[in-house]
């Protein structure tokens, strides 16, 4: 595999390609488009996607082609170690970026194998498992999260793979900048001053720096680490680029960093469901690049792992596993009846089934019921089969 090489052919021909610079009229696009453009206004209520006949045959392609190999619960023991491999191992990138020293590429090289090898195997194990940092781990974990997240949606849009790698990469590296912010104003637990939010605002540009001297990655990896934090709309910073000016690698970037901070607890801010965080960001249509977004959809589920839904019945559950023929029909562990107000014994459905008479019905706020904890019915908490 191609690995993190500054005058890598493969990365600066794609970063140059009019695959990586165009928008969704490109004919690039056409070939990867996840979901009709007549369909884009059913964004806005992520959960109508694929109600159609020819919506629903495309959707079953896309999801086959990125099936498990392996079960949810078999993929979280691998997950778990994984996830602390990564943790000491970005503790220890970050720390060297901070003190002036060379990034190990090796070191960054190894962890994104690992951790696209762990989403081959299971797509929704270590994506799901990376969500549950705690606040005090998010400024490193982060950069795991959005590693996990890239490689999964350049899974989606079929990219190859030294591209799905440099992606991985991308994501690894692209707040390497925050370690040029003082502690004081990145850690800070409370709201962020004017003046303190214009000191986070200058992470990009401190990063690309960064990645230039101490690391020896593709200008493509530099790109995202400054401009990750752009709007299609061009209201982003810090050059305010717009549309087609922000190459694909970056939108898909862009993506990726708000979904993983609006769905993790942080100091100053309580995680969003998944599902919500899908639902809410479908609204934002001046921040994201509508045909990105799609595959990100298609990528993590429109009813990712851990979200909270109510059923046709009336009783709660959580997402435990996506369908391998529709994203609208995942598993589904029920753990709450509303009508009696009781929590009760943990039955898994498969909404897919034929015989199921269960529907998702909306999705649900863990703070409306006050549910706490609600990741343990999902990995590591058996349940009865309905």
Not at 107 to 133: C, M, T
Not at 193 to 216: K, S
Not at 301 to 316: A, C, E, N, T, W
């Amino acid at each position: 595999m191609l690995k993190s090489c500054k005058n890598s052919d493969v990365c600066k021909d794609f970063f140059n390609s009019e695959r990586c610079q165009s928008g969704p009229d490109s004919p690039y696009w056409k070939e990867a488009q996840l979901i009709d453009t007549r369909n884009d206004t059913e964004l806005a209520d992520i959960s109508k996607i694929a109600n159609s006949t020819s919506q629903k045959t495309k959707e079953t392609i896309v999801v086959d082609a990125m099936s498990s190999s392996v079960t949810l619960e078999e993929e979280l023991i691998a997950a778990k170690k994984l996830y602390m491999q990564s943790k000491s191992a970005v503790v220890e990138m970050f720390n060297q970026a901070r003190m002036g020293r060379a990034i190990a590429v090796e070191q960054a090289d190894e962890l994104v194998d690992n951790i696209r090898g762990s989403i081959a195997r299971h797509p929704s194990a270590f994506i799901s498992l990376v969500r549950l940092k705690g606040a005090d781990e998010y400024t490193y974990m982060h950069s795991v999260a959005v590693c996990a997240l890239m490689i999964a949606v350049a899974h989606q849009l079929d990219f190859s793979a030294e591209l799905i790698h440099q992606a991985g990469l991308a994501g690894l590296l692209h707040d390497v900048g925050k370690m040029a912010i003082p502690g004081a104003i990145l850690n800070k637990p409370g709201k962020l001053t004017e003046e303190e939010f214009d000191v986070i605002r200058q992470h990009p540009q401190m990063g690309a720096r960064m990645l230039r001297a101490l690391v020896p990655v593709c200008e493509m990896v530099v790109d995202v680490c400054l401009h990750h934090h752009e709007k299609i709309d061009g209201s982003g910073y810090p050059d305010r680029l717009a549309g087609e000016q922000i190459s694909l690698f970056s939108r898909m970037a862009a993506i990726c960093d708000v979904y993983d901070a609006v769905t993790s607890d942080r100091p100053y801010n309580e995680a969003w469901g998944p599902a919500i965080a899908i639902q809410k960001m479908s609204e934002w249509k001046r921040h994201f690049d509508s045909s990105v977004f799609q595959a990100f959809v298609k990528s993590v589920g429109i009813y990712p792992v851990g979200s909270i839904v109510r059923l046709s019945s009336g009783d709660i559950g959580v997402v435990v596993e996506q369908s391998p023929n529709s994203l609208l029909t995942p598993k589904v562990k029920i753990f709450y009846s509303p009508a009696s107000n009781t929590y009760i014994t943990p039955t898994l459905i498969d909404i897919g089934e034929s015989a199921q008479s269960e529907k998702i019905i909306e999705r649900v706020l863990a703070q409306q019921y006050g549910f706490k904890n609600t990741e343990t019915l999902w990995h590591g908490s058996p349940a009865q089969t309905k």
